[in-house]
């Protein structure tokens, strides 16, 4: 064993392969809409949909309103449900390595931004019985890098922060959990992260 107690993994781009701009990229093709005002619109939303103030249909029924498409405005089917499933995939690597670490005596979590629609389909693709934690932002009301998410964490996990481990592809939230003190790897790639995870003494 490390000095670590708990590794923490990020979701969308670590665990699962996954990227906003693909269902951006269906949505303005099904609809025949500007892919770039459809992006701007998105993700000015998205943050108070990921953070569970609205559910699917008022996420992609605003957008609609603000970009004057009224199949978006006026949808009353998921789309996530639609698009999601072809496109998304679980990283094997990195989902393999957070097994053995279970299995090593670690407590294992995960911090992510995510909406119930994509949570709902990763779990049918990636069984996570075996995280301790699920630290998810349509729950917790509250989205990365902001600060309290992982003030959340902390609080839940009783541990000092020296004992945690924190994985994440977004530079902003690595610098936000370094600036707190949790040692943090900036996912790249998988060797990258497996040379990481070999300097502290956990591959």
């Not at 107690?5 to 701009?21: A, E, K």
């Amino acid at each position: 064993m490390t000095n670590f107690s708990c590794i923490l993994f990020d979701l969308g781009g670590v665990l699962v392969n996954w990227d906003n701009l693909w269902i951006i990229q269906e949505v303005s093709e099904k609809f025949h809409l500007s892919e770039n005002q459809l992006k701007i619109k998105f993700e000015k939303n998205l943050k108070d949909y990921s953070s569970g103030k609205f559910d699917e249909m008022e996420f992609w029924n605003k957008i609609g309103r603000a970009i004057n498409s009224s199949d978006l405005e006026n949808l009353e089917k998921s789309l996530y449900s639609e698009i999601v499933p072809s496109k998304i995939s679980v990283n094997n690597y990195v989902y393999d390595i957070s097994k053995k670490l279970k299995k090593s005596g670690y407590i294992i979590g995960i911090v992510s931004n995510t909406e119930l629609a994509i949570y709902s389909l990763v779990e049918k693709i990636m069984p996570t019985t075996h995280f301790d934690y699920k630290f998810l932002s349509f729950q917790i009301g509250v989205v990365k890098p902001d600060v309290q998410i992982f003030e959340h964490v902390l609080e839940k996990l009783s541990m000092p922060k020296e004992k945690i481990l924190y994985i994440d592809d977004d530079i902003k939230n690595i610098e936000l959990t370094q600036s707190l003190g949790i040692d943090s790897i900036h996912f790249i790639t998988n060797q990258k992260l497996s040379k990481e995870l070999e300097k502290r003494n956990l591959s």
